[in-house]
């Protein structure tokens, strides 16, 4: 009888998985990204002392003073950001005084830091103007495509406030895995807007 050596039987298994594996069906598996547990969508009052605005703001979020706009200070200190921390995101809020600023000139500017700054990028950019529950009009631009922001907006009452927001994440643009964030942030964003009141 004769003794099978180790390196041929090692051989001979390993054949064996290859040829039975290479018969085994194929499961196609879709691309996917992690699940995201999303907290309940709930509120807390912004109303500081000494501001010129109050709004409800996500529950999830950290209200913090924004002390630098690119390299230099905020033309008031009104501005503050709205950290997101579990989902690696910021509101950025900007507040100017009509009168100090001309509003044709705000309102310009709002469309072009929607439009200029995200074109080549967005696939669709759709501005939808509106009027709150406490009479504030605005317009609301909704950005698909690979783009850094998918939603800003600004509200006004063309008289003295001009107040801007827009959201962004700390993350590589991507409208896929990004769209159900997106999705839920903005309506905490309209429940924001909705909530606005001058002072």
């Known amino acids: ?69 690119f390299e230099d200070k905020p033309e008031n200190p009104w501005w503050l950001n709205i950290d997101l921390p579990s989902m690696g995101g910021r509101i950025y809020i900007s507040y100017k005084e009509i009168g100090k600023n001309k509003f044709d000139s705000l309102v310009n500017d709002a469309f072009t830091m929607s439009y200029k700054q995200h074109t080549y990028k967005a696939s669709g950019i759709e501005p939808e103007p509106f009027v709150t529950k406490n009479n504030i009009s605005g317009v609301y631009f909704t950005l698909s495509g690979n783009t850094a922001t998918a939603n800003q907006f600004f509200l006004t009452d063309t008289t003295k406030h001009f107040l801007r927001g827009a959201l962004y994440f700390n993350a590589t643009p991507n409208e896929d895995s990004l769209g159900i964030v997106n999705d839920f942030v903005k309506k905490d964003l309209q429940h924001l807007i909705n909530t606005v009141k001058w002072k």
């Open 1 to 69: 009888m004769h003794k099978i050596k180790p390196l041929s039987f090692f051989s001979f298994i390993l054949c064996s998985i290859v040829f039975i594996s290479c018969n085994s069906p194929y499961t196609f598996k879709k691309r996917g990204y992690f699940k995201i547990d999303f907290p309940a969508h709930s509120y807390k009052q912004f109303d500081q002392p000494g501001f010129p605005y109050s709004f409800e703001y996500p529950a999830y979020g950290e209200v913090k003073k924004d002390t630098t706009f």
